[in-house]
């Protein structure tokens, strides 16, 4: 019994190390994703769903996976600023204007890039907070 009970903890020794060795990336990547949620369900779900679903002609659903692949560079200065321009998604027309969430800190912003790309059946990987300064930088 005790030859169980010290192998048992060995094991769970063993398993502990290598699932805390995650590297860097994915470990902001899951702290990005968990504060995105929050900056989400805050700021964009009232909108836009719970689960990205939209609000019929209002706000434009969140689970087109091309829409946002094409439009990453342009999605900081849509959050951050608002839009007041015509978007086709899923080939509907959404003329809506988005308000502009101007108290969103930089990283804020990449958080909830981070979420919305990962989420709703979107798989979109990392954005550092660094690259989205950069783009918000360059808003027009």
């Known amino acids: 019994m005790r030859k169980y009970f010290i192998n048992s903890i060995f094991l769970f020794s063993i398993i502990a190390v290598i699932f805390s060795c995650q590297n860097?990336?994915?470990?902001?990547?899951?702290?990005?994703?968990?504060?995105?949620?929050?900056?989400?369900?805050?700021?964009?779900?009232n909108c836009h769903g719970e689960n990205g679903e939209g609000l019929g002609q209002l706000?434009?659903?969140?689970?087109?996976?091309?829409?946002?692949?094409?439009?990453?560079?342009?999605?900081?200065?849509?959050?951050?600023?608002?839009?007041?321009?015509?978007?086709?998604?899923?080939?509907?027309e959404y003329k809506e204007k988005m308000p502009a969430f101007p108290e969103l800190a930089d990283i804020?912003?990449?958080?909830?890039?981070?979420?919305?790309?990962?989420s709703f059946g979107n798989k979109q990987g990392f954005i550092d907070y660094k690259q989205v300064s950069k783009q918000l930088q360059n808003c027009k």
């Open 59 to 92: 706000a434009p659903p969140l689970t087109d996976t091309l829409f946002l692949k094409t439009n990453k560079n342009k999605l900081a200065c849509i959050i951050k600023n608002g839009a007041n321009e015509t978007f086709v998604i899923n080939g509907k």
């Open 108 to 118: 804020d912003v990449a958080q909830v890039m981070v979420y919305v790309t990962n």
């Open 24 to 45: 860097q990336q994915t470990i902001d990547l899951q702290n990005y994703m968990s504060n995105g949620k929050s900056v989400y369900v805050a700021k964009c779900q």
